[in-house]
């Protein structure tokens, strides 16, 4: 029928189970591996799973010639999605629910230290197609879960930097020695663009105040930045700098009295310290370890053609897989590799799309209140 439906052996459903309200339709389907149309290879790659379905009524005595005439020749039960499916032996079958079902899931913003985006989605914004390479297996470490890329001319865009909260509270002494022990500095403002960025990533948390790289010189008694750029951009609060009490030599930002103006302080106090430390980038003839980390290869070749799985980590061109292939991976077989997304906001920075972050990475935990002392009185 329309050069696509088979009369074959057919399928053993279930009753369809459906009642008023928004619960989804369900059936259950068995059938046999009788065509080549599905096979136990296609079945096994997964590439059924949450396949769309039509269950619809005809008279076999006057079938339709397209399923676009008009009047229809058929009538629709309903359309749905496959759920799960298990298979033994030539035998498979599955689930088949309606689209109701999608309107069970639970759908709003749950907050999260992580990203709560799928890498290169709407959300995400991330254009993965310059993150998408064409390779094949060089060889094999573990016959489905394991093995080694061909050689890859990759060139990884330079991060200009890297911002990030010191480990702890301390003076600015000391959260600058952090930063430089890192390789940078504490966080050198050059504009409004970034300070509206700094209170883009680190506000919204509990954290009143931040230590930022500007201090008084003790020769010149004027403001210089810690990286030792020249000071082209301030954004004091009124009435500030005023060094109250005459010891007021260290600048931070506020996160709430006054949001993203600066103030001076005693350089003695502890607070936490925003790091401005440098990116990476460069060329490689193998990505660098940890490149690939929770990406997704896709196989284009081989018994495993078809099929996509996610990549636990990646070291030393080797690459290891959460799930075993369906199949052997073989030497010579190809495939496509997209880079990964821990979901942290340090992630973010290596693709320079800190700004598309679906996360609140400073929202204080239940161990932080429940670590501050509490005044009984």
Request: hydrophobic share 35%; glycine share 10%.
């Amino acid at each position: 029928m329309d050069g696509t439906y088979l009369a074959l052996a057919g399928y053993v459903p279930s009753a369809v189970d459906t009642e008023l309200g928004w619960n989804s339709q369900n059936q259950n389907l068995q059938a046999i591996l009788d065509t080549p149309a599905i096979t136990e290879e296609d079945l096994d790659r997964g590439l059924y799973d949450f396949a769309r379905i039509e269950c619809f009524l005809v008279n076999y005595l006057d079938l339709p010639v397209t399923l676009t005439e008009n009047p229809a020749k058929r009538v629709v039960v309903y359309k749905g999605i496959l759920g799960k499916l298990t298979r033994s032996n030539i035998r498979y079958s599955f689930e088949a629910r309606g689209f109701e079902y999608l309107l069970n899931n639970k759908i709003g913003a749950v907050t999260s230290k992580l990203c709560r985006s799928r890498f290169g989605d709407s959300d995400c914004k991330v254009n993965t197609s310059g993150y998408t390479y064409n390779l094949s297996v060089a060889s094999v470490t573990s016959d489905r879960r394991g093995f080694t890329l061909s050689p890859i001319n990759l060139v990884i865009p330079p991060v200009s930097s890297i911002l990030q909260l010191t480990t702890t509270a301390k003076s600015w002494a000391d959260a600058e020695a952090e930063a430089v022990g890192l390789g940078g500095h504490l966080v050198t403002v050059r504009n409004q663009s970034e300070n509206d960025r700094l209170m883009a990533l680190f506000g919204g948390g509990d954290l009143e105040l931040l230590w930022i790289g500007l201090y008084k010189d003790g020769i010149t008694d004027e403001f210089v930045w810690a990286s030792g750029e020249p000071v082209t951009y301030t954004n004091w609060n009124n009435g500030e700098p005023n060094n109250l009490g005459g010891g007021e030599d260290k600048v931070h930002l506020y996160i709430k009295f006054a949001p993203g103006k600066w103030n001076d302080d005693e350089g003695s106090k502890s607070f936490y310290g925003i790091m401005e430390l440098p990116g990476s980038g460069g060329s490689y003839t193998n990505a660098p370890d940890g490149w690939f980390n929770y990406g997704t290869v896709t196989f284009t070749s081989g018994l495993n053609a078809g099929a996509g799985r996610e990549i636990a980590s990646y070291a030393s061109n080797t690459v290891t897989l959460f799930e075993k292939a369906p199949f052997t991976v073989s030497p010579g077989d190809t495939l496509t590799i997209v880079t990964g997304c821990d979901k942290t906001l340090r992630n973010c920075f290596r693709y320079n799309n800190v700004i598309n972050f679906q996360g609140e990475p400073y929202i204080p935990t239940p161990d932080k209140f429940a670590s501050t002392p509490i005044d009984a009185g």
